[in-house]
């Protein structure tokens, strides 16, 4: 009996540890997956060309990358500044102040707006937001758009994000224990200084760990945006002009132009690409929060 539960006990562990290195591999075996289709790009043209260079001609072999690369980290700084204070407040006030009625009524629209399909938001974004831009928004600003959008698309990925980063905001709140903020009230503070200085300071790892989350989720939305972005190659700084992301270039182009020379390479870049900056994004949110954390 003894040498049995030993050795349930090393498959057990065996198991979980195949597991976990699993887990740990995926990243790594996409990662040099995704480099080694790109490299003959990379053999072609210097890295600073690629990224940096905006002319985009695949038939005369120029692959600048640079308006993709701008056009999607506009688009998910617009739905990051829309919607960051919007879940910030809907969770304290959800967490803190709210009825218990309210919150029974809250969380199923939560997780019905966080299972929709992408594709819904790219159709009700085309059908609601970009008519709103095209014939309301633009005309406020003395301007003029199709609607088709970078505000187009930060505001239909904002909306895709609320429902992520609320979620998670929530659980952070949930998670501070009551004694500290009845200690606080205690000591003669008011009910919101409490909240703002003892729940909302508790949780400010975990507020930038879901805030980071949510930003490198947004950054890989493709379908929805690229229903309504306009996906157009050009760099502009005016939210009413048209652009191009990076997922969208993938999802519009890859199985259609394979026959131009080295296409299929500059596809397989964007994507390596995508996965570097998302990866990027997730390290310097993890150094945040181990800094937060510390202090």
């Known amino acids: 009996m003894p040498n049995r539960r030993i050795f349930i006990d090393k498959i057990s562990q065996g ?11 995926l990243p790594v075996i996409i990662g040099l997956a995704l480099y080694m289709k790109a490299n003959p790009l990379l053999e072609q043209q210097s890295l600073s060309t690629l990224l940096f260079s ?13 308006p993709f690369i701008a056009g999607s980290l506009y688009v998910t700084l617009l739905a990051f500044i829309f919607a960051a204070p919007v879940c910030l407040f809907a969770a304290i006030h959800l967490t803190q102040f709210a009825s218990k009625k309210l919150i029974r009524w809250m969380y199923p629209v ?20 970009v008519h709103f831009i095209s014939d309301i ?7 003029s758009s199709s609607g088709y959008s970078i505000l187009a698309g930060g505001i239909v ?16 709140f949930n998670t501070v224990p009551i004694g500290l903020k009845e200690a606080s009230l205690s000591l003669g503070s008011s009910y919101w200084e409490s909240v703002k200085h003892v729940v909302v300071r508790k949780s400010f790892p975990g507020i930038i760990s879901a805030f980071g989350l949510g930003i490198a989720k947004a ?13 157009q190659v050009k760099v502009s700084g005016n939210p009413f002009d048209a ?12 199985g259609e132009m394979l026959s131009i020379p080295m296409y299929d390479s500059a596809l397989m870049f964007a994507a390596f690409l995508l996965l570097v900056i998302i990866l990027s994004i997730n390290l310097i949110f ?3 929060i181990h800094k937060t954390t510390r202090k």
């Open 219 to 231: 950054f890989g939305e493709t379908i929805a945006v690229m229903m309504v972005v306009g996906n």
């Open 54 to 66: 905006s002319e985009w001609l695949p038939s005369q072999g120029k692959f600048g990358f640079w």
């Open 137 to 143: 928004l633009a005309p406020f600003f003395n301007t």
């Open 15 to 25: 198991w979980m540890i195949a597991s976990l290195a699993t887990i740990l591999l």
């Open 243 to 254: 652009g191009y992301p990076l997922p969208a270039l993938i999802a519009n182009n890859y």
């Open 286 to 288: 993890r150094y945040l």
């Open 157 to 172: 990925l904002t909306v895709m994000c609320i429902p992520y980063m609320l979620n998670m905001l929530i659980e952070v």
């Open 110 to 129: 939560i997780d019905i707006l966080a299972g929709l399909p992408s594709v819904i938001y790219g159709v009700w974004g085309i059908l609601v937001i």
